[in-house]
T-cell receptor
Framework: QKEVEQDPGPLSVPEGAIVSLNCTYS??????FMWYRQYSRKGPELLMY????GNKEDGRFTAQVDKSSKYISLFIRDSQPSDSATYLC???????????FGTGTRLKVLA | NAGVTQTPKFQVLKTGQSMTLQCAQD?????MYWYRQDPGMGLRLIYY???????DKGEVPNGYNVSRLNKREFSLRLESAAPSQTSVYFC??????????????FGSGTRLTVV
């Protein structure tokens, strides 16, 4: 079993839809959770960063962490075609240097 | 603001050839990393350098060596390339402090094909 599981998709939604992307994990020591967006043939870019549990909002994006269920989510409101990309979750324990990445979910927003 | 710069962007090697992938960051980050990304496997850590003068193995170090030349530069060397090393390679950097973490900044990647 992988430490971090992520549905690979692809996920196709119409423009304006609310998108929910999820990851589950097995290591209860994970404390730092991140979401990266990766456009085709580009490097991943940091989208959202959350420490421990709770929600964090940034514009159309909301990151949610449920440590009791070992489950994290990224919500995208009013999705746009420009949101079409692969979304990677990543997580690590405190003070380490190595993030564990999910395999990524490919999202396509249809105009 | 260049961030993390990787060279080359593309490379084709024959089996058994050697090459060095170069990475430089201008953000004064302490830590640097090399990942490879393969379909269905996600990003896997090859080597990392927590600070200048230190390097450590990651998840998939076999067949690779690294050098942390100075605080800015971290190179990855393939001594004898194999077809299994065909992949997209990403360099990343980060600033890790006790109790805080700021995530990675990635380069744009090197697409390597070994034939």
């Amino acid at each position: 079993q992988k430490e971090v599981e992520q549905d690979p998709g692809p996920l196709s939604v119409p423009e304006g839809a609310i998108v929910s992307l999820n990851c589950t994990y097995s290591n209860s020591a994970f404390q730092y959770f991140m979401w990266y967006r990766q456009y085709s043939r580009k490097g991943p870019e940091l989208l959202m960063y959350t420490y421990s549990s709770g929600n964090k909002e940034d514009g159309r994006f909301t990151a949610q962490v449920d440590k009791s269920s070992k489950y994290i989510s990224l919500f995208i409101r009013d999705s746009q075609p420009s949101d079409s990309a692969t979304y990677l979750c990543a997580m690590t324990t405190s003070g380490t240097y190595k993030y564990i990445f999910g395999t990524g979910t490919r999202l396509k927003v249809l105009a | 603001n260049a961030g993390v710069t990787q060279t080359p962007k593309f490379q084709v090697l024959k089996t058994g050839q050697s090459m060095t992938l170069q990475c430089a960051q201008d953000m004064n980050h302490n830590s640097m990393y090399w990942y490879r990304q393969d379909p269905g496997m996600g990003l896997r850590l090859i080597y990392y350098s927590a600070s200048e003068g230190t390097t450590d193995k990651g998840e998939v170090p076999n067949g690779y060596n690294v050098s942390r030349l100075n605080k800015r530069e971290f190179s990855l060397r393939l001594e004898s390339a194999a077809p299994s090393q065909t992949s997209v390679y990403f360099c990343a950097s980060s600033e890790v402090r006790t109790g805080k973490d700021y995530g990675y900044t990635f380069g744009s990647g090197t697409r390597l094909t070994v034939v």
